[in-house]
Nanobody, 130 residues
């Protein structure tokens, strides 16, 4: 069974940094092709796709608002994808979710559509104070 565990959220002042983690279990980064996407949802807002890492095609940004501030990376040894968030703004306050799709038999590419992802983490709250 595939599970994603998102962690690392918290309270930070504007201009600060946080690193979120998405630890995957149930499939191995070494043996599967995969894509892991970070979404966020602020109170009263729709879920927003941010950026994605795919073993096949690297990093894809879906939100212009985080380009230049957020980066994504993957650690195969830990089966974990990280979201490094710098220069945080109050408008970055949201629950952050990671989502994944994986395959042992075919290439997997990033997609901006949440329906393309089979597995979801539980979300981690990021609060940025002004």
């Amino acid at each position: 069974e595939v599970q994603l565990q998102a962690s690392g959220g918290g309270l930070v002042q504007a201009g600060g940094s946080l690193r979120l983690s998405c630890a995957a279990s149930g499939f191995s980064f070494d043996d599967y092709d995969y894509a892991i996407m970070w979404f966020r949802q602020a109170p009263g807002s729709n879920r927003e796709g941010l950026l994605c890492f795919s073993r096949s095609d690297g990093t894809t940004y879906y939100a212009q608002s985080v380009k230049g501030r957020f980066t994504i990376s993957s650690d195969n040894a830990k089966n974990t994808v990280y979201l490094q968030m710098n220069s945080l703004k109050p408008e970055d306050t949201a629950v952050y979710y990671c989502a994944a799709v994986s395959s042992a038999h075919s290439y997997v590419y990033c997609s901006g559509y949440s329906d393309e992802y089979d597995y979801w983490g539980q979300g981690t709250l990021v609060t940025v104070s002004s």
